[in-house]
């Protein structure tokens, strides 16, 4: 199953979020982020995501978020589920307590190889 979030439904929650497209490879960057606010980041996704989808994120009730699973993803496209979610499936949307900053920090690190924690 393919947890992909389509071209027009795309574009629109990237409108909502107020953020231009990126539809190019993840690299990852600290997107303005100070040092102590990715560990925490590092934190909630090996904790809070990988409650779902595994401690080494390579799955579990939710699918794997490693980079060999997003194959084909955007920045964009793992964005927009951090922050929306699915809905109609388990996964929530994060916008309640992450920022566009963080979530695209999030997106860049599950593509690109997610850091473990300290």
Do not use: K
Request: hydrophobic share 40%; glycine share 14%; net charge neutral.
């Amino acid at each position: 199953m393919t947890w992909r979030v389509h071209g027009g439904v795309l574009a629109i929650l990237l409108a909502l979020a107020g953020c231009a497209a990126d539809t190019g490879t993840a690299q990852p960057q600290n997107d303005g982020l100070p040092p102590q606010r990715q560990a925490q980041l590092i934190h909630f996704v090996r904790q809070d995501c990988g409650a779902c989808h595994g401690m080494r994120l390579t799955g579990g009730l939710g699918m794997a978020i490693t980079p060999s699973a997003l194959s084909g993803q955007t920045v964009d496209d793992v964005t927009a589920t951090v922050l929306y979610g699915h809905p109609g499936t388990p996964m929530p949307g994060w916008r309640g307590l992450l920022s566009q900053a963080d979530a695209r920090w999030i997106a860049r690190h599950l593509l690109a190889g997610f850091p473990e924690e300290p």
